[in-house]
């Protein structure tokens, strides 16, 4: 999975499809993502006896990583790629019809 803690993202499909946001948490193995502000969930939390009364937690809950596109300066959408500099690797964003690549961190 190419998308990483910290990257901009876009989401390309779904009921909250346009929104964008920071990716806080990534799921490889299982493929997911969780976005800062995207596909917020409810989770009623029970009262404990008289001393701790019941209460809604609201949560990004995670979603697949296939719905989401990195974004780049000014909100320009693109693919991740990789450049090797001086015997360094580092991810890149290559945009569709543009020949530079933008230099992600």
């Given at each position: 999975?190419?998308?990483?803690?910290?990257?901009?993202?876009?989401?390309?499909a779904?009921?909250?499809k346009g929104k964008?946001?920071?990716?806080?948490?990534t799921?490889?193995?299982?493929s997911l993502?969780?976005?800062?502000?995207?596909n917020?969930?409810?989770k009623h939390?029970?009262?404990?006896g008289?001393?701790a009364?019941g209460q809604?937690?609201?949560?990004?809950?995670p979603f697949?990583a296939?719905?989401?596109a990195v974004?780049?300066?000014?909100?320009?959408k693109?693919?991740?790629?990789?450049?090797?500099?001086?015997?360094?690797k580092?991810r890149?964003l290559?945009?569709?019809?543009?020949?530079?690549?933008?230099q992600?961190a």
């Open positions: 999975m190419k998308i990483k803690t910290g990257d901009n993202v876009r989401v390309i779904g009921k909250h964008e946001g920071k990716v806080i948490q799921f490889p193995a299982r993502v969780v976005v800062d502000g995207v917020q969930a409810v939390i029970k009262a404990k008289k001393t009364a809604r937690v609201t949560f990004n809950a697949q296939s719905k989401v974004i780049g300066e000014g909100g320009v693109g693919r991740i790629g990789y450049q090797i500099k001086d015997g360094k580092f890149t290559r945009v569709k019809g543009k020949k530079d690549v933008i992600l």
